[in-house]
């Protein structure tokens, strides 16, 4: 498999995993008022008995966990390879 294969479904998987985290952190809100997400989406709700006002935005820290996600995904697949390479040599 490719590195770029490595990458696109390492993509894919943090991106539900960004839905996942988004999802749990928007239903657990019960008051106005800030809230951050683990993997840093900031919801900011205000709400009254009359309307309900979200606002949502990205903050440093998506960046910051996506790159070190993909760097992860980088190093399992040169450890494969690696790997792999190996188990050639040896027969």
């Not at 993909?70 to 697949?77: A, Q, R, T």
Request: proline share 1%.
């Amino acid at each position: 498999m490719k590195l770029t294969k490595f990458i696109f479904i390492g993509t894919v998987v943090y991106l539900v995993l960004f839905l996942i985290d988004y999802l749990v952190t928007l239903f657990s809100i019960d008051e106005s008022g800030e809230y951050m997400s683990t993997l840093g989406l900031s919801i900011d709700m205000t709400m009254n008995e009359e309307e309900l006002f979200t606002n949502f935005s990205l903050t440093p820290q998506v960046l910051i966990t996506f790159v070190s996600w993909l760097l992860i995904i980088c190093l399992v697949f040169l450890v494969a390879k690696r790997i792999s390479h190996r188990k050639v040599l040896d027969k």
